[in-house]
């Protein structure tokens, strides 16, 4: 019987329904009753939580308290995936070698909840680290999944918004999914699931709103919330619509500094394969993969 903080992380994520909710991303699209032998969990719909004013934490990060009004007359004036405040690139490092921090993206809802363990397998069969950004929804959904790769060291877990929904505060829409809708809506997308991480343990950085994209308003409040936005600079399966041929192209052409967006929750893509074949090239020119890590050497 397992003892001790993981099973009470299991306990709390066992309590939790799975989330639903229509899915528009090709990420999210792809409808499956099994994953790979895992019987996908259904649960209660779910209604966001309120949010409640956070503190410093016991691990010295500080969570802003902000009231939402304070941007209530800001006007957006930019909007996309590539805006000033997304960190889209590595801090480069003169002298080392070429450098890429590999991100997957695990969306959630009711066709998005699935988790491709070819994708993790590749991971740990070349000892390769990456940054996994969980959405609410997929947490709930995959209570066990998420104990394991929290307690993955080769892993590090990042947030993924609550909705899976743009980040905006005047609902815009990214292919055709509606953004949140208010200042206040931004600040539940961010901090709903950052606080369901922190009770599993997790000390959140780093945000990726779904389908990446932003105003500059809500690129402003997600930094006043203390959060780092995590771009991206090389799209290697497209929402997990691209075939093997692809990805393996899109990550062996990487760049120095460049972070990958990829997709860990559609097992039926091309990702994991072409992630595969990818690894054995790179791993021979001797890439360097990191986390998405201020912390990382």
Not at 113 to 134: N, Y
Not at 259 to 282: D, E, F, K, Y
Request: glycine share 12%.
């Amino acid at each position: 019987m397992t003892t001790g903080p993981f099973a009470i992380k299991r306990r709390r994520l066992l309590a939790l329904g799975a989330l639903t909710l229509p899915a528009a991303l090709a990420a999210c699209g792809q409808p499956r009753s099994t994953v790979r032998g895992y019987a996908l969990p259904v649960g209660d719909q779910h209604s966001p939580s309120s949010f409640l004013p956070m503190q410093t934490t016991t691990t010295g990060v500080q969570v802003a308290t902000i009231d939402a009004g304070t941007y209530a007359r800001q006007v957006p004036t930019e909007w996309g995936t590539d805006l000033p405040g997304i960190e889209s690139t590595l801090t480069p490092s003169p002298g080392r070698r070429r450098t890429i921090a590999l991100t997957f993206d695990a969306c959630g809802g009711p066709h998005g909840s699935g988790i491709d363990t070819e994708v993790l397998a590749a991971l740990t069969e070349f000892g390769i680290p990456a940054t996994v950004f969980l959405n609410e929804r997929w947490i709930r959904a995959n209570p066990q999944h998420t104990e394991q790769l929290i307690g993955d060291p080769l892993l590090s877990v990042e947030n993924h918004g609550s909705q899976h929904v743009p980040l905006s505060v005047g609902g815009r829409a990214a292919y055709g999914i509606a953004g949140t809708a208010s200042p206040a809506g931004v600040i539940e997308e961010i901090e709903s699931n950052r606080a369901l991480l922190r009770s599993l343990g997790v000390e959140s950085r780093w945000f990726r709103a779904g389908t990446a994209h932003y105003d500059d308003v809500a690129v402003t409040i997600a930094h006043d919330l203390g959060v780092r936005l995590a771009g991206f600079s090389v799209n290697a399966d497209f929402g997990a619509t691209a075939g093997q041929s692809t990805v393996e192209t899109q990550l062996r052409t990487a760049p120095d500094g460049a972070i990958v967006l990829a997709h860990m929750n559609q097992p039926t893509s091309g990702t994991a394969a072409g992630l595969r074949s990818a690894l054995h090239t790179l791993v021979q020119d001797g890439v360097r993969f990191v986390h998405l890590d201020p912390g990382a050497p």
